[in-house]
């Protein structure tokens, strides 16, 4: 008899969104009329079409694969390099303060993939420090590699070291005053749509640096960045290129979460220890993963994603985040009007709304399914101190924004 991998079954529930789809249904059986009128702003995932500019791109490339002169099998695993150039070039520019070699670039399909993957990097015996409330592949993947402890009622597991975000801290936790090994920062934020800004980035390099930590920076939502005073890249603090990897995707600023393609940066000047203290570059170690587990980005994606960098591309897909970012705009008045106190959606399309008293995570996402027709997403699902929140995602029609609006101020709580 085989034996399975124990950690699994230390997993709280299914996987959050699998697990809302699931009661979606559910409700929707039972109630077809509440069915037809449903509005979904639960998972944060895009609405609208892909910017023209990728789909021409995308063509021609799909032509390509037609001539046998233009044809492309297996690509590099880490990404052609026109679009690890293209990378570095637009995303990390000097006058930022960024360095990013095209190199250190690899691009994948997806940041949910890469933050989970890159654990097969690192050994078994770190102190991982994990904001709360947060995006749950974090803990999921730390769960299934065996880093936790079991989980409590609340689904706080052992040994790893929980980094409160609440109204206090503006969302944005604090280096803690213990020792950790790895960090997990998400910025700007999924849930809470807080967005970090230079000193608190720095407190964190500076952490990370005196106690030799590698802080894996998610910066998916990095394109819903208003203010212009805040960092897009962890790479913009000095001192990063030596503690941090950072996460970018596709999906949420180009409109690919069908279509898949996200990259990740690994500084070749960031270094772990071996268990005899040596220290070793994570950068080969990365390659090494990558050309041994994972193919490549498909031709084809890979020519969208570059096309988002073109002078058509950008205007196209700044027009669907101000789209998003105007429907965030509308919630956030919308949920106010009702009563709600509401955080978040000004840097990042999701809005973080406190629950009334006494009413929890998921007595607010049956209510509000209820009553409403609409699909939030539970705090609770992002960790023990999301209960007490639920989350709106921004990402819809302008319509189906204010029907929300107006339906979230029609509830009598
Ligand atoms: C979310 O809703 O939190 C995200 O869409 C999930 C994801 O990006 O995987």
């Known amino acids: 008899m085989a034996f399975l991998n124990d950690n699994y079954l230390k997993l709280k529930a299914g996987y959050l969104f699998p697990e809302i789809g699931r009661r979606v249904r559910v409700f929707c059986e039972a109630n077809p009329e509440a069915a037809r009128r449903l509005i979904r702003c639960g998972i944060g995932d895009v609405t609208e079409p892909l910017p023209p ?45 960024c360095a990013v070699a095209d190199d250190e670039v690899f691009v994948s399909d997806g940041t949910k993939c890469d933050t989970g993957n890159i654990l097969d990097i690192l050994g078994h015996k770190n102190k991982i420090a994990i904001s709360d409330p947060v995006y749950p592949v974090y803990v999921d993947t730390n769960v299934m590699a065996g880093h936790t402890g079991e989980a409590n009622e609340a689904g706080v597991y052992g040994k790893l070291v929980y980094l409160p975000c609440r109204p206090s801290n503006g969302f944005i936790p604090e280096p803690p005053k213990r020792h950790v090994d790895v960090i997990y920062l998400c910025s700007p934020n999924n849930p809470t749509g807080a967005a970090a800004n230079r000193p608190q980035l720095e407190a964190w390099v500076k952490y990370a640096l005196e106690h030799k930590a590698v802080i894996f920076f998610d910066a998916a939502y990095e394109a819903y ?44 000047s960031l270094n772990a220890q071996t ?48 789209l998003y970012m105007g429907n965030s705009d509308t ?27 006494g009413v929890t995570s998921w007595q607010a996402f049956d209510k509000i399914l209820d009553e409403a027709n609409v699909v939030i997403t539970p705090g609770s699902g992002f960790g023990s101190r999301g209960e007490g929140y639920f989350r709106i995602s921004a990402f819809n029609s302008r319509v189906n924004a204010e029907e929300v609006a107006r339906r979230l101020q029609e509830l009598k709580w």
């Not at 390509?64 to 637009?90: S, V």
């Not at 993963?289 to 700044?318: C, H």
């Not at 919630?331 to 709304?353: E, M, Q, S, T």
């Open 275 to 322: 268990k005899s203290g040596e220290l070793i570059a994570l950068h080969p170690l990365w390659a090494r993963r990558q050309t041994t587990k994972f193919n490549g980005t498909s031709y084809i994606s890979q020519r969208g994603a570059e096309a988002l960098y073109s002078p058509e591309g950008k205007a196209q897909a700044d027009g669907i985040i101000k």
């Open 53 to 97: 500019a990728v789909i021409a791109a995308m063509h021609k490339a799909v032509d390509e694969m037609a001539g046998r002169e233009t044809f492309k099998g297996y690509g590099p695993e880490q990404g052609y390099e026109w679009l690890r150039a293209t990378i570095a070039k637009n995303d990390f520019p000097a006058a930022r303060g």
């Open 331 to 357: 919630l956030r008045v919308g949920a106010k009007k009702a009563g709600l106190k509401v955080f978040g959606g000004v840097n990042a399309p999701y809005i973080w709304v406190r629950t009334p008293k």
């Open 225 to 268: 960045i208003a203010d212009a005073n805040l960092p897009h890249s962890i790479y913009e603090i000095p001192g990063a290129r030596e503690c941090a990897i950072e996460f970018r995707s596709f999906s949420k600023g180009g409109g690919f979460t069908g279509t898949r393609c996200a990259f990740t940066v690994v500084p070749k």
